[in-house]
């Protein structure tokens, strides 16, 4: 997101802050549409070579108007349930195009998505390759493998090693076996080492791990290095990630690959965060100031609810004054749900506040509406995008109490 501190007020893309709160309330997801674009077309020159492909990973931001926009640069999409399918396909995907990444997922999913076009489906364990192969008779599969080794900020994230992800490597000529047997076939190799990683070598050596494995299965056609590249969240602590370096490392050991085997299979990544993270903001209102037993307390109306980061992985977000400036001094920004966990930034240098004034959320656009829940009774935030006229338009209207209730039978 483009940000700017002018007359006074932070203007998010061109658009004044108090004038996007006035017109859609808040909270508030806003989205700067030349951002996106940016951030797609830098990873669309990633690689040059015709056989390597970008799959966006859409749990990051499954918003239909923002995944139009990612369809238009050329990224395809991977999605892991119906719902991100049916937002894939409404974007303009074709489901033939999509990458069903599948965890443990039901025969009657299985089937579903089948039956809604998608032909390649990623599959981490016998027992889902089996089901997906019998969902879609003849069809190929992918599987992922978990490389031992991963990455990322939080061990949540982290989906190598001893996790519920991936297939023993040992297993693929059984998996293979298996396949056959059902009148398909394994065509493809996928890992994905864990997400928010800002140093690429750890990447770079499961893409030399996975690469040395597909080199044993001459009927691999695809091989899927998964996603993960990180955003520095804490500008003033971490650097970006190196795209350019991670770029030439990767094409050098495909192009070595493709040398050494002969092979031209089809490559690919998956990344979500690195799309979609920087391009979006939450604008928030300040509800009370307060010191408590000698702490100062700046409650706003962002709740963990909305935005689950910093309560689940502790993480960093940086939060801007909007509607202030001036020297500040230390305060604790909080949100409005009944937790005493529930931070949004800890130790925060901020100008003198007041009830009303507004503040930015950096970097939500991945993770953040999309990891967003109903706790509390709450209706979730709307969503805008500030085009690259520099109008802002409404992508997701706000959720009213009584669509909270439109499911309960009662
Ligand atoms: C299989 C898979 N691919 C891609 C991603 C995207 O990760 P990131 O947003 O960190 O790039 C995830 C995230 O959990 C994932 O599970």
Redesign the pocket.
């Known amino acids: 997101m483009r940000l700017a501190f002018t007359s006074g007020e932070l203007s998010l893309a061109g658009m004044r802050a108090s004038a996007l709160a006035a017109d859609f309330g808040t909270p508030l997801y806003c989205y700067d549409e030349q951002t996106l674009r940016q951030r797609c077309r830098s990873l669309k020159s990633l690689v040059s070579l015709e056989n390597f492909q970008v799959y966006y ?1 859409a ?2 931001n499954g918003s239909v108007a923002l995944l139009k926009i990612i369809q238009s640069e050329g990224l395809l999409a ?1 999605a ?1 349930s119906p719902g991100e399918l049916l937002a894939a396909t409404e974007a303009g995907y074709d489901p033939k195009d999509l990458l069903f ?1 599948s ?1 443990n997922v039901s025969t009657e999913i299985f089937g579903e998505i089948a039956q809604a076009g998608v032909v390649k489906c ?1 599959v981490d364990s016998l027992g889902q390759l089996s089901r997906w192969l019998k969902a879609r008779p003849g069809g190929r599969a992918v599987l ?1 493998i978990n490389p031992a080794q991963g990455a ?1 900020h939080h061990q949540k ?1 982290v ?1 190598a090693g001893k996790v519920k ?1 991936g297939i023993d490597p040992a297993l693929i000529p059984e998996a293979i076996t298996q396949a056959q047997a059902l009148g398909g076939e394994v065509k493809g190799l ?1 890992v ?1 080492i ?3 990683f800002l140093d690429p070598e750890p990447w770079l050596k499961a893409v030399d791990w996975l690469l040395a494995i597909a080199e044993q299965y001459p009927q691999i056609d695809y091989i899927d290095f ?5 955003i520095p969240y804490d500008r003033s602590q971490e650097a970006e990630f190196p795209v350019a370096v991670f770029g030439q490392a990767l094409e050098a050991r495909l192009t070595a690959w493709m040398d050494k085997t002969g092979r031209r299979p089809t490559f690919a990544i ?6 979609v993270a920087e391009s979006g903001v939450c604008l928030i209102q300040v509800q009370s100031v307060k010191i408590n037993q000698g702490t100062s307390f700046t409650g706003t109306n962002l709740g963990f609810n909305f935005l689950i980061r910093p309560e689940m992985y502790g993480a960093y977000h940086e939060i801007l004054a909007a509607t202030k400036a001036g020297e500040g001094s230390s305060t604790n920004v909080v949100g409005n749900i009944c937790e005493s966990g529930d931070y949004l930034g800890k130790d925060r240098n901020l100008p003198a506040l007041e009830e009303g004034d507004l503040l930015v959320v950096r970097d939500t656009g ?2 953040g509406f999309s990891m967003a829940s109903n706790y509390t009774g709450m209706g979730r935030p709307a969503e805008v995008l500030i085009g690259l006229d520099g109008q802002a338009r409404l992508i997701r209207r706000r959720e009213s109490p009584e669509q909270l209730l439109q499911n309960q039978i009662y």
Do not use: I, Q, W
């Not at 998956?270 to 799309?275: A, D, H, K, L, Y």
């Open positions: 990973s749990k990051a991977d892991m990444v965890n990623c992922r990322g994230v989906t992800f996928m994905h864990g997400s928010l998964g996603g993960g590249m990180g998956e990344p979500g965060r690195f799309v991945a993770y």
